[in-house]
């Protein structure tokens, strides 16, 4: 027997040939008696809100429907995630966190379109919280095309928008890169007897770890990793010159607490032991 699904394709394709319109099909399922037709239609109706998600197909039925075993809590960690990549200025995550909230919501289809919209349109706001005033005057216009779009994929090319307004106003904002270099390094200076990493240092200043990373080698043409090490020699040289403290206490007081490991990493930056240092 025919699947209802196919003979709903066969009435549309006619329709079409015959009265040259777009027009699309939701599929009920069967009726078992009593039949609520109000009931009934609401089922239709929300089966056709999957046009949104998937505008090239025609006839909906639920048999393609699948269920959302998505909580709101997964909701909340992505949009936590994704506000986080904004503060921290991690492009990268934050393309990839978006592309699994768009994922999960196109797979998804019994979300209604406003739930979405509202979804996303926070989203668009958060991205505009950060852009410079100049270009954050696009905000309602662009969240009045959001409302307005009947096509998930606008959505989602409405926030790539704002994403790319986003990675163009990192990328054009010396002053703020330099202050948070300064920032850095001045943390580096007060602390370079205790431990440090390139996640700590980025903590300060609110940014990924390989933006921070990028940033520096381009600010100061050194890697982050060696101007920390290049200060702690440098300190425990003078502290060799300078004082009469053991070897084992300037190795602490220079960041390492691992004794061997910084008499090898002097004699590496220069050529010589601590102690053949201190006695030249």
Do not use: W
Request: glycine share 4%; proline share 2%.
């Amino acid at each position: 027997m025919e699947s209802r699904k196919k003979m709903a394709q066969k009435l549309l394709d006619a329709i079409e040939e015959k009265y040259a319109e777009k027009c699309y099909i939701a599929v009920s399922r069967e009726f078992v008696r009593p039949v609520k037709l109000a009931e009934e239609m609401e089922r239709l109706e929300l089966l056709m809100e999957n046009k949104f998600y998937v505008p090239e197909d025609r006839v909906f039925s639920e048999e393609q429907q699948t269920e959302a075993n998505l909580s709101q809590i997964d909701d909340d960690t992505l949009m936590k995630q994704i506000r986080q990549d904004i503060k921290m200025k991690d492009m990268a995550g934050l393309r990839r966190h978006f592309e699994g909230l768009c994922e999960k919501y196109q797979s998804k289809k019994n979300f209604s379109q406003m739930y979405v919209k509202f979804i996303f349109s926070n989203l668009l706001k958060d991205v505009y919280e950060i852009l410079p005033k100049e270009k954050s005057g696009g905000l309602n216009q662009d969240i009045d095309r959001l409302y307005r779009t009947n096509d998930f994929q606008e959505v989602t090319e409405i926030i790539n928008e704002g994403i790319k307004l986003l990675e163009q106003s990192f990328a054009i904002n010396p002053q703020m890169e330099h202050r948070e270099i300064e920032t850095v390094k001045q943390y580096i200076y007060a602390h370079y007897g205790e431990e440090l990493s390139v996640d700590m240092l980025a903590d300060q200043v609110f940014l990924a770890p390989s933006y921070l990373s990028h940033i520096f080698k381009k600010e100061t043409g050194q890697n982050l990793s060696k101007f920390i090490k290049a200060l702690r020699m440098e300190k425990a040289k003078e502290m060799l010159e300078e004082t009469h403290n053991k070897i084992v206490n300037i190795s602490y007081a220079v960041g390492y607490p691992n004794v061997s490991y910084f008499c090898q990493s002097f004699r590496e930056y220069y050529g010589v032991s601590p102690q053949k240092y201190r006695n030249q």
